[in-house]
């Protein structure tokens, strides 16, 4: 049995990437950690509570009341409250790191994997509340079997949370960046474009690969079409990178201003 699989998508800018769906080993392994980190975030919180409470002299025996029979004796309305907020902590993790990590917890980002949308878009907070609100139902019956199950069963090995929110999640590939393959993609590259650390920290992983992926391949298409597709993917990373152009780009000043942008971000990339 195979435990990853490979995906083909069309990214909007109209280019085939291949990727490799995680499986249930990263997966689960991604999870475990997460949970470490989880239950070590609720005893911090559950400790700083507690101290709290005793400031507050909650739980005293000499107090007076009925506050003391209400902490000492907690009703259930009390133990509702305390498992909804361990549920919002947890929920809230998820959310938090796979929106500004996008897609990536610590324990995916360990594991080498990251979610995604079907069609190769980043998570957005609606597709990362839906995947991560769904979780808590993967533990039907128990420990995580349905979520199993269904990563074991379904062709893109999604949990019920991915199926929800229309994601997928995908092993990132280490790619070595080293002076052959990028010299070969930015044989086009000038001076002319130059970017910031800050511009290109507006760019993720999966923009770096379409870029590669059009400079690898454009030479095999009629010379109209790759211009219009180049006029096209630079529009869309001069408003992501927040670029400032000074001239209209033409066809070849597109693939010059899109090698230029690969060159450096995997310059950035190897002093990270």
Not at 114 to 142: C, E, H, S, W, Y
Not at 214 to 237: I, P, V
Request: hydrophobic residues 45%; contains cysteine.
């Amino acid at each position: 049995m195979r435990w990853t699989d490979e995906m083909r998508i069309e990214t909007p800018e109209q280019i085939e990437v291949d990727l490799e769906l995680a499986g249930l080993g990263s997966r689960f392994l991604a999870q475990l950690i997460d949970w470490c980190w989880k239950l070590f975030i609720t005893f911090i919180l559950g400790v700083l509570a507690a101290i709290i409470a005793g400031l507050a002299g909650f739980g005293g025996r000499g107090g007076r009341g009925r506050g003391d029979d209400l902490f000492d004796n907690p009703p259930a309305l009390v133990i509702a409250v305390v498992i909804a907020a361990i549920y919002i902590i947890w929920f809230t993790y998820g959310v938090f790191f796979e929106i500004r990590w996008n897609g990536q917890t610590p324990g995916k980002r360990a594991a080498g994997i990251r979610v995604i949308q079907v069609g190769g878009a980043p998570l957005d907070f609606r597709t990362a509340g839906i995947r991560n609100l769904m979780a808590v139902a993967d533990f039907i019956p128990v420990f995580y079997i349905l979520g199993a199950v269904l990563i074991l069963l379904t062709d893109r090995k999604q949990r019920l949370g991915d199926l929800a929110a229309g994601t997928i999640v995908v092993r990132e590939r280490a790619e070595i960046l080293g002076p052959d393959s990028t010299d070969e993609l930015t044989e086009h590259a000038t001076g002319e474009y130059r970017f910031t650390p800050l511009q290109l920290s507006a760019l993720t992983r999966n923009d770096r690969m379409v870029i590669r992926e059009f400079l690898r391949r454009y030479d095999g298409m009629d010379r109209r079409s790759w211009q219009r597709l180049a006029q096209k993917m630079a529009d869309t990373f001069v408003q992501k990178t927040g670029y400032e152009l000074t001239d209209y780009l033409d066809g070849t000043d597109a693939r010059a201003f899109l090698a230029s942008l690969l060159r450096d971000l995997d310059e950035k990339l190897r002093h990270d």
